[in-house]
């Protein structure tokens, strides 16, 4: 699947998946997104094909976030493993889509990804923002 119409002219989801294509290659196929909408909101979703995580992009009123799954709805995102990156990264910046992007990969191709159910992933938010 590719991008169509109003979602292909979108700097931040054409940037988004082109980024995603660059570095995943035939690796990830695109299945399902809908957007942009109104105050920017827009949303991609891949399956990473050798582990059949599903990867999203998600860009609420231009704050962009990536999340990875699992088969069982466990989650990752890159700040669990790189906590200098737990900031606000924006749409209309490229070096931020791609800092998540490349980080994701990264992970995965190192196999340092590791996936935390809800309960978890409040355990390991209150860690880092308490120190």
Known sequence: ???????????G?????????????DNINLVNYWGPVQMCVFY???MY??????I???CER???TIQVTDEEGKRFSPWMLYPGTNYYHYED??????ELVELTYQAIAKEQITFFNNKEISELGITFFDK
Request: net charge positive; aromatic share 12%; hydrophobic share 35%.
């Open 44 to 46: 991609l979703e891949y």
């Open 49 to 54: 094909l050798p582990s059949k995580y599903k």
């Open 56 to 58: 999203m992009i998600e």
């Open 62 to 64: 231009g704050f962009i």
């Open 93 to 98: 910046r490229i070096s931020d889509i791609e």
């Open 13 to 25: 989801m054409r940037s988004a998946d082109k980024l995603m294509r660059d570095y995943f290659k």
């Open 1 to 11: 699947m590719k991008l169509e119409g109003q979602s292909k002219n979108h700097l």
